[in-house]
């Protein structure tokens, strides 16, 4: 077999793109997948608005071979285009059909939404982070301090082993938690925002023991609707982990600029009985009402849907297996690079991209 190796882009956001480098570790090897700028001088992201929010690239090279990916986490369904152009394979969370301009769906894989995870310990996160400042010729994308916290931030979040590890139950009566940002986005105050008050409220109304709400500045233009739900103190990402593990059910939606979430990636790694509003975007393969996912679309459904939850312990176990299933198939860190990988390209010679 020829020796692969894979090379990130050193400019990339280590908080929104640590949970694909992990995959990158389990398909090469983490000694086989390292930093460089060497294959990513044409992406001239220095000059492109918004691309250290927008995605990572990465390059895999076997012999003379190069296959140039990028893997786009922004919420909003529009495609870089310049980072598209460079690249074979663009892997899109949040790809649409109907939204995404059509011209750009050849090089596309919809993969399912990814979450910041801590992959590295305290000395190679600084290791790496002061590394790749110097291979960014010391102009990071990002104000010096900016690019120092999203390095901290990657090492303050939870393993993946954190995320995947059962916790055991014991309930008088049902717990369920969810916590939320008030979003100011005018599809969040109008949809999200409201979708996630009315899961609240009708939990807070039946025989359940509920916690969370909604974090919230006093300014927030939804404030006084909201006030009574609110907390002013943020949960640890620790807290947020254990307590949502511990949830009967959990509530999705999709949220800023009507994207598929970190949370949707979250309740799937953690195997949880979700219930959600529709989709907006697509995946790499449908969520199946009853199998892996429980969809609802006004109130009554979503009463009755918790009242099925917590009256039917073997349809909630159901939809348990049922989103695990999903996550190891299409959703964690490995199966997303496979997935990346099995889309057929025309490779370029390690020359041409140097």
Known sequence: MD???VFIDPSVRIKYSSFYIQGLYDVFGK???KFSQKYFKQLERQSDPYSFDHYMAFVVVTK????KYVI????R???KERAYNWCHIYGKI????HLTDKSFHEKIVPIPPGFGINIWGKFEMIFNCISNFFKCKFKPLIPFKTYLLDYYLQYKRPTLTEYLSEIFRTENKPYVFMIGTLWTHENCMNETNLHRKTFVETCKSMDIDFEGGFFSSTNHPQYEDFKNLTFN???STKAYVEKTKKS???FNTPAVHGCHGWKLGEYLAMGKAIISTPLSNNLPKNMVHGENIHFISNKNELEEGISLLVSDNSYRKKLETGAKNYYLEYGCPQKVIENLRRKKLMPTSVEENS
């Open 72 to 75: 786009d986490f922004a919420d």
């Open 3 to 5: 020796k692969i190796k």
């Open 31 to 33: 000694k086989n997948v």
């Open 77 to 79: 369904s529009t495609v």
């Open 248 to 250: 009967s059910f959990v």
């Open 94 to 97: 949040n790809f649409s059909d």
């Open 64 to 67: 003379n071979e190069l296959k």
């Open 233 to 235: 103190e943020r949960y």
